[in-house]
């Protein structure tokens, strides 16, 4: 357990519990899925969001061992609403599986919490022939979040309510490769380092939360276009002015003099863009956040004694050994995903970083935009079809 840590702006502190920073929220009518709930902190996510009336879906690769963690939070809260669902992040098959039978199913979704992950482990490939802990930790997640995104953004905007993805990263993140991402040499068991392979896909998961981020950023310039309050090609050129620098993802959906011209072609148009971005998005609105309809962050748990060490049984047991004095214990680590997920402080906060459920500063690599953008193109390949 630890014991040590000063409150941050948030109130909160690495020795702060789940159930600490969400007491008295009320989210009753959410609906969630968290990967890797049968163990760990994935459990500890799973029960204290069934406690504040979350409908939970645990998606699970040992179904046996997820029915079991439905159980005993039925025992302590029998009316709690919570699912057990089959999910091998390992293999595309069942990550598309998955997100086609909950599709299917018609539920909602408001939160989507990428906990699962493996720590680690000797060069293994997934089923997909993927180095493990980057087809794992990254890719099926990757892989997840896109095929639920339309859920969410119909879900959020139905219920007027702000869906929220939540990736589990690590301050190994810090502590990748070199070169961060090591796009072409992914599968190479020579070089492989079980540690900066892990960091490697802990520095992934932050990289795609702040990409997507960015790209669910325009999401809320699509009000302008519901509603007809200004011309579609106006509030279109509003909606590339408040984008990020790299735009060129962007759908043209209307062809205008304003939207033709090639990025930092035309003096105009930036003109009339930042005019267009004022008069939209006054900066005198306190509410500015609301055009965010699902936001995305990551974040560092803290040093946990938990399984992920299974595979060093020399570290683990002297993790096992000294951890309940150095170490959090489970409802602490389970405290910043539980934070980021239901509290109000968070709403409309996106692209951050957050640990001991305060924000924090990443690694200047992990917001490194344009390696964020290579990853991104980099992972749609993997998961094409074909």
């Known amino acids: ?16 519990t789940a159930e600490q920073v969400t007491q008295g929220i009320d989210a009753t009518g ?11 902190i994935g459990t500890e996510t799973a029960r204290v969001l069934a ?55 018609g539920l909602p979704l408001n939160l989507l919490i990428n906990n699962a992950g493996v720590m680690a482990p000797p060069f293994m490939l997934t089923q997909d022939n993927i180095e493990l802990q980057f087809g794992t930790n990254h890719i099926g997640h990757f892989l997840l979040t896109n095929l639920l995104l339309e859920t969410m953004k119909s879900t959020a905007r139905e219920s007027q309510k702000e869906g929220r993805i939540v990736n589990l990263s690590s301050e190994g993140h810090r502590y990748a490769y070199r070169e961060g991402i090591r796009f072409d040499k992914i ?8 540690i900066y392979a892990y960091g490697q896909s802990k520095l992934a998961n932050v990289l795609h939360a702040n990409e997507l981020a ?126 980021v997920a239901l509290h109000p402080q968070v709403k409309g906060v996106s692209g951050e970083y957050f640990s001991d459920s305060n924000i924090a500063k990443p690694s200047s690599l992990s917001q490194d935009a344009e390696l964020a953008k290579k990853l991104w193109d980099f992972s749609v390949t993997l998961t094409d079809p074909k």
């Open 51 to 105: 406690l504040h009336g979350v409908h939970v879906i645990m998606a699970v690769r040992n179904v046996d061992s997820g029915r079991k963690v439905k159980e005993a939070i039925l025992k302590e809260k029998p009316e709690a609403k919570i699912d057990v669902m089959e999910l091998d992040l390992g293999s595309m098959e069942s990550v598309r599986k998955f997100a086609s039978e909950y599709k299917s199913s």
């Open 187 to 194: 599968n190479d068991e020579s070089s492989y380092s079980t």
């Open 1 to 16: 357990m630890w014991i040590l840590g000063r409150k941050g702006p948030s109130g909160f502190s690495a020795c702060s």
């Open 214 to 339: 960015r790209r669910l950023k325009v999401i809320g310039f699509d009000f302008f276009l519901a509603t007809g309050l200004v011309p579609k090609a106006y509030a279109i050129v509003a909606r590339r002015a408040c984008s990020t620098p790299s735009t060129d993802y962007l759908p043209l959906e209307v062809r205008s003099p304003f939207t033709m011209h090639p990025k930092g072609s035309s003096r105009a148009f930036c003109f009339i863009a930042r005019g267009l971005k004022a008069a939209l998005w006054p900066s005198s609105w306190g509410e500015r956040k609301k055009v965010w309809e699902i936001t995305a962050n990551s974040l560092h748990p803290g040093a946990i004694a938990t399984n992920l060490l299974r595979h060093h049984s020399f570290i683990d047991g002297l993790v096992n050994l000294v951890g309940k004095y150095l170490l959090k214990n489970v409802p602490q680590g389970a405290a910043t995903t539980c934070y």
């Open 30 to 40: 959410l609906t969630a899925i968290v990967t890797g709930a049968s163990s760990g």
